[in-house]
């Protein structure tokens, strides 16, 4: 039945041609070789965010007068809806955490070198969307946590001189954070950014087919001082079976996750209150609001949150920009980004355990 | 060498049967939670077995209302005789909401042309069943309607 299924199938789209190039693609095998699947993994989870995020639809209202009501909803009336919603939540806090990972992991392993660059670009652009997918869905429960990460959220773009009032104004759908900003947000986290993320995978992935996987230099090197070293693996199936493996584990922490420590929903939000002692953004955004934090109110003749917040930006539009500033040339000029690298690596981990542990 | 081989391969099928069996069991694990979420939990209908429909008054002779009857439409129809009646405003053919017509003195479903006579019958057109017919009080200036009692 499956054979014959094939063969109609094959008959009208020849599949055997597209399947040739996975047939032929290897995937260079050495002792680094497992940081090639944080991208899958982030892949996986991003899929799973998809599904569930559907099925969370099935229920969810948009509004204030309802959202809170609806997600409450779910976890308590809803058959395994309290699972689902955990499920999303957790796997959107593994997702962000595994693209950190895969971004820290290119870069060390040098993957981003020419002619890699543009798949680096789409990387980054995905990293920062993924983010804005924790910032748009972190509001839609409508709680007093997310109301105030979301006030503070858009306050900060509004500090951005020239452009940032009317951004601000955008983002919130007003002058205040209201029912209109859900809204919008809504709108932003189930059509804007899966349409384009999806759009982004689809270039990333091409990219990545397109050039093969990258061999570390410092590998790279003992291959040619010792060819007999070399070793690759075939992407399908044995490459393809130990990516599917690292997803089913993936799986597992992400269903013992959202099982045992179940996402909870706090209160629902009121405008009409102060904000709660020790409120902190999600961990994603701790590093930003601890240097935002350290920052002094007035440096020179700047205001600190707007120094704060255009360095910021320089920082990530430098990062997104990063394989243009390393040349072709070998020698001595390459060895700064892997230094900054580390720099990058030690201040956002630092920062983020400073901002948790702070008050 | 050939008794090798056929070990070989049982030992090969035991390894198929149990990473395929594994496999089912997980999707099924993931399955059942999406199956039984995509049930709604039930509605609880507060409707109760009698509403208040109408005042007196409120309607004319040869004329209809639609009522809330739960969480469902009824329609309340005062005859040119002055007599009251009540019914499921539910067409049985695809459940389009009915009204009453004061040209034809017949209950009239405008999407696909039913007709139904004062009893609830189904006279013309498609409706399969005729509708339910509930039960009319006075109660002091109200017009109360009521599901008829199983007798």
């Not at chain 1, 951005?160 to 759908?173: C, N, Q, S, T, Y």
């Not at chain 1, 130990?242 to 209160?267: D, H, I, K, Q, T």
Request: proline share 5%; with cysteine; glycine share 8%.
């Amino acid at each position: 039945m499956y054979a014959f299924l094939l063969r109609w199938l094959d008959e009208r789209l020849q599949l055997d041609e597209l399947i040739a190039p996975f047939k032929h693609k290897t995937v260079p095998w050495h002792r680094l070789s497992y940081w090639y699947f944080f991208g899958g993994i982030t892949l996986f989870l991003f899929i799973i965010q998809v599904l569930t995020g559907i099925l969370l639809l099935l229920y969810y209202r948009p509004g204030a007068n309802e959202a809170f009501e609806s997600v409450q909803y779910i976890m308590t009336r809803v058959q395994f809806g309290w699972l689902i919603r955990s499920i999303h939540a957790w796997a959107a806090n593994l997702m962000i955490f595994t693209a950190f990972v895969h971004m820290f992991s290119v870069l060390f392993l040098k993957a981003y070198r020419k002619p890699r660059e543009l798949t680096w670009v789409t990387g980054m652009i995905l990293l920062f969307l993924v983010m804005g997918f924790g910032f748009s869905g972190y509001l839609l429960p409508w709680n007093t946590l997310a109301f105030f990460a979301t006030k503070v959220g858009t306050e900060m773009a509004g500090q951005v001189p020239v452009v940032g009032k009317a951004m601000m104004i955008f983002l919130r759908g007003g002058p205040e954070v209201t029912g209109a900003t859900l809204t919008r947000f809504f709108g932003f986290h189930v059509a804007v950014l899966p349409g384009l993320v999806t759009v982004l995978i689809a270039m990333h992935l091409f990219f990545v087919q397109r050039q093969g996987m990258s061999v570390p230099p410092k590998v790279e090197a003992e291959w040619i001082a010792n060819p007999s070293a070399r070793r690759e693996m075939k992407f399908f199936p044995n490459f393809m079976l130990r990516e599917l493996m690292a997803w089913y584990v993936a799986m597992g922490v992400l269903g013992a996750l959202a099982a045992f420590f179940p996402w909870n929903l706090s209160v629902k939000a009121d405008p009409f209150i102060s904000a709660p002692a020790g409120i902190k953004p999600e961990w994603y955004f701790l590093f930003m609001f601890q240097t935002l934090k350290l920052i002094p109110s007035k440096v020179w003749f700047v205001d600190g949150e707007v120094l704060g917040i255009l360095g910021c930006s320089l920082a990530g539009l430098l990062w997104l920009l990063l394989p243009f500033f390393e040349n072709d040339k070998a020698g001595r000029g390459k060895a700064w980004i892997t230094g900054l690298s580390i720099f990058a690596l030690v201040y956002v981990v630092g920062m983020s355990v400073y901002g948790y542990l702070a008050n | 060498m050939c008794a090798d081989h056929v070990h070989d391969a049982s030992r090969r099928r035991a390894i198929e049967i149990f990473l395929g069996g594994g496999l089912l069991a997980s999707l099924a694990s993931f399955l059942y939670p999406v199956l039984r979420y995509f049930v709604p939990p039930a509605v609880t209908d507060l409707g109760g077995d009698e509403v208040v429909a109408a005042k007196l008054g409120d309607l004319k002779p040869n004329s209809g209302k639609i009522f809330r009857f739960g969480s469902r439409p009824g329609l309340l129809i005062l005859n040119s005789d002055g007599a009251y009646r009540a019914l499921s405003a539910t067409c049985t053919h695809l459940g389009c909401t009915v009204q009453y017509r004061p040209d034809l003195r017949e209950i009239w479903c405008a999407c696909h042309n039913g007709i139904y006579d004062l009893n609830g019958r189904n006279v013309s057109g498609p409706p399969p069943r005729p509708l339910t017919v509930f039960d009319v009080h006075q109660r002091g200036d109200e017009i109360v309607v009521s599901r008829k009692q199983e007798a």
